[in-house]
């Protein structure tokens, strides 16, 4: 089974930097996948994790921990467009599957 | 690009009814998944295949069926629609390979009345 947590909701102002937290306790742990998801639109792959670390993707970056289930999405130089909702999504078993979070709804303010 | 095409975005239908949702991908993926949304729960995945009339039952599978008699198409079927089966359900494709994201379809919003 799954159990993936992260924030319900999070509020930051245009131009600062969030991050957003995810914890994961999974068997056949596989990749640690990061969508974003607007409103009435179907989720839109951002990054991915596999091994330790951050990596960066322009404005955004994502941190994995595998030993203490943790990753975190870290958004810089927010514009309003960043409003959605992130999702945090583990892969099992060579990606056969994936399995989402609820999802963090992310309220940038002008 | 990817393209993953759900066949209906809005559809309603009344409680009892048999129906179908379509979902096809043009990429060749191996994997495909239906999901569905639902406020404070997130994505909870129904049924997933990983090959042609392969199928694997996910977390909520009560209630549905699904099929797959080719690569590109996989089909969810709900056999007798009811009320607590109203949602937003989400298809998507993968490589299922390391290291590879799954692609979603626009998604299907259901309504049994």
């Known amino acids: 089974g799954q159990n993936i947590d992260q924030p319900t909701e999070m509020t930051a102002t245009e131009g600062a930097i969030v991050q957003i937290n995810c914890t994961y306790q999974t068997s056949g742990f596989n990749g640690l996948f990061w969508y974003q998801q607007h409103a009435g639109e179907a989720p839109t792959f951002l990054s991915y994790n596999v091994l330790d670390g951050l990596e960066e993707k322009g404005r955004f970056s994502s941190f994995l921990s595998r030993s203490k289930g943790y990753s975190y999405l870290l958004l810089k130089e927010l514009q309003m467009k960043d409003s959605a909702s992130y999702l945090c999504a583990v892969g099992e078993y060579n990606f056969n599957k994936f399995y989402f979070g609820s999802g963090t709804k992310l309220n940038v303010k002008p | 690009d990817v393209k993953v095409t759900q066949s209906s975005r809005y559809l309603v239908k009344r409680t009892g009814e048999k129906v179908f949702l379509e979902c096809v991908q043009d990429m060749d993926h191996e994997n495909m998944f239906w999901y569905r949304q639902d406020p404070g729960l997130g994505l909870r995945l129904i049924y997933f295949s990983y090959d042609v009339k392969m199928k694997e039952k996910g977390d909520i599978p009560e209630g549905y069926s699904v099929s797959r008699e080719k690569k590109e198409r996989f089909s969810l079927i709900l056999e007798s629609a009811s009320t607590n089966q109203t949602s937003m359900y989400l298809c998507?494709?993968?490589?299922?390979?390391?290291?590879?994201?799954?692609?979603f379809g626009q998604g299907t919003r259901l309504t049994v009345v």
């Open positions: 998507a494709s993968s490589l299922g390979q390391a290291n590879t994201e799954a692609f």
